[in-house]
């Protein structure tokens, strides 16, 4: 019996290895990784939640800076209700927005003004025409970047601040940026941010570092918006568990209490 478990848990433990090996392998083939500042935020941990302040200013770095390139085409103009904006707010901001829609009764397509229920509106029509504004490169929709990149947030975060001067022997391709945080440091996407690019409206300073972690809180919640959401039900989960166990506990003493 013993042996068969010892067996067991061998196996488990190679596996195991086997697998954390199967799946670090390629992070490593990649070449020498970057490390990435990291960064104390608002969500972070199971009882992290994001601060609404950091949310709003996110929201208005991207809105005044980012959307000039990068779309955002997953997160509706109603969604903002979560950073705190209430309803008249939200059809004011979506009524900035030109949106094509159609077709109409005579088939051609028109441009309206924004509506709630509309996605945010796309910088460019389709991806060529967005290669074709930026020197061939293409900026990414942002709704899942804070997802797509591993330590995403502070990838995104070191990436916004890691615009430096690049080392006197590195050969900088023409059209393109130095930046210390990028996997190759070659980027085709100029410096977005350089301090006080926007005014807050609660007044709070607008540094690199300051609307590089706002917006990085912003572009967070835009990749996972239930995330409060789920680390409630999965603290709800553990103390229902907790108690659960006290009461199954107390029901065994009280059944086994006159056997001795
Ligand atoms: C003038 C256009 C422009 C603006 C404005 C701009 N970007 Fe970009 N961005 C690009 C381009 C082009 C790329 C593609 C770069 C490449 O592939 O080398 C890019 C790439 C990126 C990437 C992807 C990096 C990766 O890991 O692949 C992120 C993230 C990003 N931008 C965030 C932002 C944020 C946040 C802002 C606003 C503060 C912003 N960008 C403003 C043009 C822009």
Same mark, same amino acid.
């Given at each position: &019996?013993?042996?068969?478990?010892? #067996? ?19 992070a490593? =083939?990649a070449?020498p990784a970057i490390e990435y500042p990291q960064h104390d935020w608002s969500f972070s941990g199971p009882?992290g939640?994001f601060d609404? /302040?950091a949310l709003?200013?996110g929201?208005?770095v991207?809105?005044?800076?980012c959307?000039?390139?990068?779309? @955002? ?9 979560? @950073? /705190? ?6 059809? =004011?901001?979506? =009524? ?44 990414p929709?942002l709704?899942l970047i804070v997802k797509a990149r591993p330590d995403g947030a502070n990838y995104l975060r070191a990436l916004l601040v890691g615009y430096v ?6 050969? @900088?391709?023409?059209? &393109?940026?130095?930046n210390a945080y990028f996997s190759?440091h070659?980027i085709?996407m100029?410096?977005p941010l ?13 540094t690199i570092e300051q609307q590089a972690e706002d917006l990085t809180t912003f572009l967070a919640w835009a990749a996972e918006?239930?995330m ?8 709800? #989960?553990?103390?229902?568990? @907790?108690?659960? #166990? ?15």
């Amino acid at each position: &019996m013993i042996a068969r478990l010892t #067996t067991t848990i061998a196996a488990v433990a190679v596996a195991a290895g086997a697998w954390s090996f199967a799946v670090s392998g390629p992070a490593q =083939a990649a070449g020498p990784a970057i490390e990435y500042p990291q960064h104390d935020w608002s969500f972070s941990g199971p009882f992290g939640t994001f601060d609404r /302040g950091a949310l709003q200013r996110g929201f208005q770095v991207y809105k005044n800076i980012c959307s000039g390139c990068h779309a @955002l085409s997953y997160v509706a103009y109603r969604n903002l209700e979560d @950073l /705190g904006y209430n309803e008249d707010e939200i059809k =004011a901001i979506a =009524a900035q927005a030109l949106v094509v829609d159609g077709p109409n009764d005579d088939g051609e397509m028109f441009e309206r003004s924004g509506i709630p229920a509309d996605r945010f509106v796309s910088p460019f029509p389709n991806e060529k025409a967005a290669r074709a504004a930026n020197g061939g490169a293409y900026p990414p929709d942002l709704s899942l970047i804070v997802k797509a990149r591993p330590d995403g947030a502070n990838y995104l975060r070191a990436l916004l601040v890691g615009y430096v001067d690049p080392p006197a022997d590195f050969n @900088l391709m023409p059209g &393109m940026n130095y930046n210390a945080y990028f996997s190759g440091h070659q980027i085709a996407m100029a410096q977005p941010l350089w301090g006080d690019d926007v005014t807050f409206e609660d007044g709070t300073a607008a540094t690199i570092e300051q609307q590089a972690e706002d917006l990085t809180t912003f572009l967070a919640w835009a990749a996972e918006p239930e995330m409060e959401e789920r680390k409630r039900a999965g603290v709800m #989960t553990i103390l229902f568990l @907790l108690v659960f #166990t006290g009461l199954l506990y107390a029901t065994k003493r009280k059944i086994w209490a006159d056997v001795h």
